[in-house]
């Protein structure tokens, strides 16, 4: 009765998501430090304000006369939001998306044939290979090195195109690492997809969690892949992180490049988008609202997350003969390598001792010995459950823990 692609994505299980339900069900409450929904951590837009908006915005939607790209007071919301960090994105080349993921699903469409190839990091947030997997495209990954501070591996990257490559995959601030590419870095990502004629794909949902250096208090600007001059770049993000407000199923895709080949782009995704129709009427009616009032709203999320890397970073000092890490630039996630220990193993034991959820870096495709966790959490949480985090990620008396990771 059911197709290939049902068959490979049935419900997920596995050993550590057993043994969380079971620590559950034994009547202990696990802490999730992986989720990273920022509404679990404490960041809501505040209540009175998006009431306010609302329902100015379902006043303007009550008729509905919907365009397949967006509205256009939204589209202009979001260009405006662009240039005032300096970068030209113009409303007519802006496509609204029911989300960021969905936005993937319409590019991999726009972009490839069954079995053609996107390039995508390793190691990388699981969610695309699902989207691959139905859409029809193979992602082939391309290395980014730890020991370079998760920097991308260009000539990797370069080696690893083929006749069937279409586009690369970008996700700066990276999920899980928290790299964030240099210029340098997309300079070099931009000759390459103009060598081979490929689309950028430029992930920034964690645009407004950027991180300042060791010694410094802010962090630099983003640079953005949108006018590096490669032939056709699509720039993806949306509300869920950057206002907390996942909910609202509103993101959207941004293209610059060759403006031949933006026109074409736009033309084919005109018809993409028309077949589902983009996002509730009254959350795009909604949203220049949301980027006028919310501005001070994304700023004071952005600090604190800030003060949680703050916490965590000091956090991390009192451990480091358990564990080191690369410094993450931006994002809500840390990866930490253990040495020679076994992370699923540890995982398990950090959960059933600690009832604390935190993942084994097989999760994301990273080499074996990491766990990754989301530093953006209420302060209390931090302080509870980050030295039990540490004290259980301890080796054990009997020598390093081995296991193979159940796929
Ligand atoms: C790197 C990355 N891209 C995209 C998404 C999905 O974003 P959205 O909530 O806008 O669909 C996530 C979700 O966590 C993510 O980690």
């Known amino acids: 009765m059911f197709s290939t692609i049902a068959r490979r994505i049935r419900g997920e299980s596995n050993a550590l998501y057993r043994a969380r339900d079971e620590v559950r069900a034994s ?5 999730d430090l992986v989720s990273g929904n920022l509404n679990d951590c404490g960041y809501v837009f505040p209540q009175n304000l998006l009431e306010e908006i609302l329902v100015e915005a379902s006043r303007r939607s009550a008729v509905y006369r919907p365009d397949s790209f967006g509205q256009a007071t939204a589209r202009e919301a979001v260009s405006e939001f662009y240039l005032k960090s300096g970068c030209t994105l113009a409303p007519d080349s802006i496509l609204v998306t029911p989300g960021t993921s969905l936005a993937y699903w319409y590019c991999f ?24 997997l139905m859409g029809g495209v193979n992602l082939v990954p391309y290395r980014m090195r730890e020991e370079e501070g998760w920097g991308i591996d260009l000539e990797h990257l370069e080696a690893s195109i083929s ?12 999920n899980p690492t928290g790299h964030v590419a240099s210029a340098g870095e997309i300079e070099g990502l931009a000759e390459i997809a103009r060598r081979h004629d490929l689309a950028i794909i430029s992930d920034e949902v964690f645009s407004e969690a950027l991180l300042p250096g060791k010694r410094t208090l802010r962090p630099e600007p983003l640079p953005r892949p949108a006018s590096s001059g490669a032939p056709l770049v699509i720039t993806l ?15 959207w895709m941004a293209l610059s490049g060759d403006p031949e080949k933006v026109r074409r782009a736009l033309g084919s995704l005109e018809l993409i988008s028309d077949t589902f129709l983009p996002v509730n009427e009254t959350v795009q009616a909604a949203a220049p609202g949301i980027f006028q009032l919310g501005n001070a709203v994304r700023f004071e999320f952005g600090m604190r997350i800030r003060d949680c890397w703050r916490r965590t970073e000091a956090l991390l000092a009192t451990c480091s003969d358990r564990c080191s890490y690369v410094r993450p630039q931006g994002g809500f996630y840390v990866a930490l390598s253990l040495g020679d220990q076994d992370e699923e193993r540890t995982a398990e034991r950090i959960l059933r001792e600690r009832s604390l959820l935190v993942h084994p870096g097989w999760f994301y495709d990273m080499d074996p010995h990491h766990l990754v966790f989301c530093f953006v959490q209420k302060p209390e949480v931090l302080e509870d459950c980050i030295p039990g985090l540490f004290e259980a990620a301890r080796p054990s008396a009997d020598g390093p823990e081995r296991s193979e990771p159940e796929p």
Do not use: Q, W
């Open 27 to 31: 009547g202990r409450p696990v802490v």
């Open 109 to 132: 469409k726009l972009l490839a044939d069954e079995g053609d190839e996107i390039l995508c990091p390793r190691p990388s947030y699981p969610l695309f290979d699902y989207i691959a």
């Open 163 to 174: 006749t069937r490559t279409r586009a690369v995959v970008l996700i700066s601030p990276h």
């Open 237 to 251: 993000n949306g509300f869920s992180k950057m206002f907390a407000l996942p909910g609202m199923k509103f993101g």
